[in-house]
T-cell receptor, first 113, second 110 residues
Framework: IAGITQAPTSQILAAGRRMTLRCTQDMRHNAMYWYRQDLGLGLRLIHYSNTAGTTGKGEVPDGYSVSRANTDDFPLTLASAVPSQTSVYFC????????????FGEGSRLTVL | KNEVEQSPQNLTAQEGEFITINCSYSVGISALHWLQQHPGGGIVSLFMLSSGKKKHGRLIATINIQEKHSSLHITASHPRDSAVYICAVRMGGGADGLTFGKGTHLIIQP
């Protein structure tokens, strides 16, 4: 693993199903984020975690939950998917010290039917 | 909430042309990021700047804090520069303090 890895890269899901998007980083970054990217709206923050054991809500948290059991992993769960959650999801991380640069995963394209 | 506006939304140019993408924001910031997203690909950080100018290869980013404006320039553009360029501003505090623009879709034709 190098950088941030997201899985799956693409998924089609029936409405009402539960889905977990996985995010793992090997850079020992404290802060991690989940964004969704929708056409015409840009990137919007769903949830964040400043350090292992803590999480917080972003701009569009409804319908999503996260956990941060350790530094490396930050999964995003849709408890009961709805079509409006069709989007491309990006996980990102940021080191505690440095320039504030964000490191992004490759994205997970989710389609809810 | 900071409003981030990018212009143009779409830009098509010929290989070799000098490209300028603009970003304006409404509230004072601590830093501004320029990101690049290739079609179907992930997002890569190009620059983070809080004043002045930065250069990396054929890319140049400038920021004018007083005018709340930043530009991203590409010299001697090449088809591989075709991507979406995203401006994001950091106000400090909060989850990550980043507000993103909607992106500029750049196509460089050979």
């Amino acid at each position: 693993i190098a950088g941030i890895t997201q899985a799956p890269t693409s998924q089609i899901l029936a409405a009402g199903r539960r889905m977990t998007l996985r995010c793992t980083q090997d850079m020992r970054h404290n802060a991690m984020y989940w964004y969704r990217q929708d056409l015409g709206l840009g990137l919007r923050l769903i949830h964040y975690s400043n350090t292992a054991g803590t999480t917080g809500k972003g701009e569009v948290p409804d319908g999503y939950s996260v956990s941060r059991a350790n530094t490396d992993d930050f999964p995003l769960t849709l408890a009961s998917a709805v079509p409006s959650q069709t989007s491309v999801y990006f996980c990102a991380s940021k080191p505690e010290h440095g320039t504030g640069e964000l490191f992004f995963g490759e994205g997970s394209r989710l389609t809810v039917l | 909430k900071n409003e981030v506006e990018q212009s143009p939304q779409n830009l098509t140019a010929q290989e070799g042309e000098f490209i300028t993408i603009n970003c304006s924001y409404s509230v004072g910031i601590s830093a501004l990021h320029w990101l690049q997203q290739h079609p179907g690909g992930g997002i890569v950080s190009l620059f983070m700047l809080s004043s002045g100018k930065k250069k990396h290869g054929r890319l140049i980013a400038t920021i004018n804090i007083q005018e709340k404006h930043s530009s991203l320039h590409i010299t001697a553009s090449h088809p591989r520069d075709s991507a979406v360029y995203i401006c994001a501003v950091r106000m400090g505090g909060g989850a990550d303090g980043l507000t993103f623009g909607k992106g500029t879709h750049l196509i460089i034709q050979p």
